[in-house]
C-alpha cells in the first residue's frame, strides 16, 4: 500500500470507567468510512491520565486489550492509543498497536511526565520502538515525549510520526508547536491525538489532534470538541519530497554520552 487513511477519534475520556468510553468509541468505529485502515486513540484513552492505576490498570489479557483486538478485527483496520498496563508489580504508559490480523506492538512511554509524579509511579521504557504496517514505518511517541527533539530525530528512516496525548490547555501552544516542528525537522508525517473535556484532577484538555506534512503544512487541526476526523497519508507524496528536499542528508551526525 502507497496510502493509509487514518480516522483520528478525539474524546472526552470518562474518568477511571474503560467500559463507558468502550462502548462511547464503539459508537463512533462504527461510523467510520469502511476504507479506513487506521484509528487512532489519545494516551490512556480508557481511564484518563491517572496516577491512581493501581485502581484501573490492565494486563496485555485484560478487558481492554480485549475490546481492541475485538475492533480491529471487526472494522479490519489497526487500532492504537496507550494504556495503564500492569505487569507484575510495576506499571506502565504503554502504546498499543493492534493490527487487524491481532498481532501486536508495543512502546512504553520513555519520558514519564515528571510534574505529575508519573515517573514515580509508571516505570519508564528503555527503547523508542518502530512500528512497520501496510508499507508505512511509523514512530509512535506518548505526550511528554513530544518535548525531545533527540528522541523523534528521524535516523531509522520512519515515515510517520505518531503522538497520542493528555495535553492540557495551559500548555497547548507548546503542543501546537512542537507537532509542526516534529514534522519539519524529521521530513516525515506528524500525527498528534489529544483528548478534550476534564479529567479527575480538574485539569482541562482542549483537543487540537492535528496533522503535518514533512514541510509543516497543516493537514487538519481539530477545534475543541469531541468529534472524528479522517485524512489519507501518502507514502509517493513523502517520497517526492524528500528527493526535491533532501534535508535529512544534511543532518549533523553526533553521539550522545
Not at 81 to 93: P, R
Not at 179 to 208: F, Q, S, W
Request: glycine share 4%; charged share 20%.
Amino acid at each position: 500500500m502507497n496510502s493509509l487513511q487514518i480516522a483520528i477519534l478525539q474524546h472526552n475520556i470518562v474518568w477511571h470507567n474503560p467500559i463507558a468510553n468502550q462502548q462511547l468509541l464503539e459508537k463512533q468505529l462504527n461510523e467510520l468510512p469502511k476504507a479506513t485502515t487506521l484509528v487512532v486513540l489519545p494516551e490512556m484513552w480508557a481511564t484518563g491520565f491517572t496516577m491512581k492505576p493501581e485502581e484501573v490498570a490492565e494486563t496485555m489479557d485484560g478487558p481492554t486489550m480485549q475490546w481492541m483486538k475485538e475492533m480491529a478485527k471487526t472494522q479490519d483496520t489497526a487500532i492504537c492509543g496507550s494504556l495503564a498496563i500492569q505487569e507484575g508489580n510495576d506499571f506502565y504508559n504503554r502504546f498499543v498497536f493492534v493490527h487487524p490480523s491481532a498481532k501486536l506492538d508495543t512502546y512504553d512511554k520513555v519520558h514519564p511526565y515528571t510534574p505529575s509524579g508519573e515517573s514515580k509511579i509508571y516505570r519508564a521504557g528503555k527503547t523508542s520502538a518502530l512500528i512497520e504496517y501496510a508499507g508505512f514505518r511509523i514512530r509512535p511517541l506518548v505526550c511528554y515525549d513530544l518535548r525531545f527533539p533527540v528522541f523523534a530525530r528521524n535516523t531509522d528512516n520512519y515515515d510517520l510520526l505518531l503522538c497520542v496525548a493528555n495535553w492540557p490547555a495551559a500548555r497547548i501552544q507548546a503542543w501546537n508547536a512542537l507537532l509542526r516542528a516534529r514534522a519539519i525537522e524529521n521530513m516525515a508525517y506528524c500525527i498528534g491525538v489529544n483528548r478534550t473535556g476534564k479529567d479527575g484532577y480538574r485539569l482541562t484538555y482542549p483537543g487540537a489532534s492535528a496533522a503535518y506534512n514533512a514541510l509543516g503544512d497543516e493537514l487538519i487541526f481539530m477545534q475543541e470538541k469531541d468529534t472524528t476526523s479522517s485524512l489519507t497519508i501518502d507514502l509517493d507524496t513523502l517520497r517526492s519530497t524528500r528527493k526535491k528536499l533532501p534535508f535529512l542528508e544534511d543532518r549533523d551526525d553526533f553521539t550522545l554520552i
